[in-house]
């Protein structure tokens, strides 16, 4: 059986609108299983949503009705929930399914083309969060805790080490060298949110190009989507984690090192697009933990994908056998070159920010 034989009984018992023409595979996420549907009268999103990372189907689609209501609300452009023929959210049949309309004439990019997508993607992020200010974090449940807590990564990483399940540890040795050596450096971002140096708001928390649909004709952000985990965090995070998937001269799962490159001229790029978004909200602190944030997620989306290659590869999608170690060694490779531009990535930013 096809996609389109095996998921039509499934999308029909969405409130779509004409007759189901044919289901696709679609885009490159790592966690949903995403597919294209097509009916005769207009197009959708349909994703099988992962539950084994989140397990709490009723949670998350609050999380995402709540915001995406809110944001509409408020006149900006963003996902729809299409309910299910009962009025529902999401279905439960062979898996947990939800359906969203389509957003036409736009695209999302693997990696920027030019500089001024990567510039619009910054703003794009930088107004998200600010559209979200007044929303009260408190109506959104913590869908993955500590999902940005580096020490509890780094921790994980290290049972994974001593577990290795799959006596995988020898064959990355010298990036396990790497992430011990620079634990001193993971626990900033949590030490200063608990003490309330770093502010609390609601951020994306997975703020990767390709969670942008930007406008296919102007290039400018239209929507920002992949709200899975929209959760209290802090714009450090949102911040770095573009830089780590976006500055990068190479892919996250380039196989040659040597061609990934941290780039400061797409670092500048993307800080001139969020901080002219955040200008009016960014806290003295958080101007100056930008460029740290911009590190400690490298280094923890390194772990994170060194702890998955030890255990298995249990949680991201791989396509080959080492692939989260290749997407590891990026990481790596990128997070050391980002450490040595610290000083000139914080002239950026002020420069961007006109101090
Ligand atoms: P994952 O969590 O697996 O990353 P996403 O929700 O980000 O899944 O969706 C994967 C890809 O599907 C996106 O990168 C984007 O290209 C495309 N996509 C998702 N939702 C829409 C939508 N409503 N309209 C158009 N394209 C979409
Ligand atoms: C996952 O869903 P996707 O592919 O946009 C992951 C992110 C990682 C990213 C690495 C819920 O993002 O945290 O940074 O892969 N999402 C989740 O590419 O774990
Ligand atoms: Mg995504």
Redesign the pocket.
């Known amino acids: 059986m096809n996609d389109t034989e095996r998921c039509r009984p499934i999308a029909e018992r969405f409130e779509i609108e004409g007759k189901t023409l044919s289901i696709s595979p ?9 597919y ?1 549907l097509v009916t005769d009268r207009r ?3 349909l ?1 099988k949503m ?1 539950t084994k990372i989140f397990p709490d189907s009723d949670a998350l689609m609050g999380n995402i009705c709540a915001v995406t209501g809110y944001l509409r609300e408020r006149g900006v452009e963003t ?2 929930v299409v309910p299910t023929r009962e009025g529902a959210p999401f279905l439960r049949e062979q898996g947990t399914w939800r359906v ?5 004439g ?3 990019y ?1 990696t920027a083309p030019n500089l001024a997508v990567f510039r619009n993607s910054g703003r794009a992020f930088g107004e998200f969060q600010n559209h979200l200010d007044g929303f009260r974090a408190g109506q959104l449940r913590p869908i993955l805790p500590r999902f940005h807590d580096t020490p509890k990564r780094f921790a994980d990483f290290c049972a994974a080490l001593s577990a290795d399940p799959l006596g995988r540890a020898a064959e990355c040795r010298a990036e396990t060298e790497w992430l011990l050596s620079g634990e001193a450096n993971y626990g900033l971002a949590m030490a200063e949110l608990k003490s309330g140096g770093l502010p609390l708001r609601v951020t994306h928390n ?1 703020t ?1 190009l ?2 942008i ?1 930007m406008d296919e004709k102007t290039d400018l952000g239209r ?1 920002v ?4 985990t929209v959760m209290p965090g802090s714009m450090i995070f949102d911040f770095g984690d573009s830089i780590r998937f976006g500055a990068s001269t190479a892919a996250e799962d380039e196989r040659d090192v040597d061609r990934v490159h941290f780039s400061l001229t797409l670092f500048r790029a993307y800080a001139e697009g969020f901080c002219g978004a955040v200008k009016g909200s960014i806290t003295a602190r958080e101007r100056e933990l930008l460029p740290y944030g911009a590190y400690l997620m490298t280094a923890e989306c390194g772990m994170r994908f060194l702890t998955d290659y030890l255990l298995g590869d249990v949680y991201f ?1 791989t396509k080959y056998p080492e692939h989260n170690l290749v997407r590891a060694r990026t990481q790596l490779k990128l997070m050391s070159e980002m450490e040595r531009a610290l000083p000139q990535m914080d002239a950026v930013i002020r420069e961007a920010l006109g101090k």
């Open positions: 679609y885009g490159e996420g790592h966690i949903n299983v995403t294209l197009r959708y999103i994703q992962n996902l729809r969203y309309d389509f957003i036409e736009t695209v999302t693997q997975d990767k390709n969670n649909l929507a989507i992949d709200l899975d999608t």
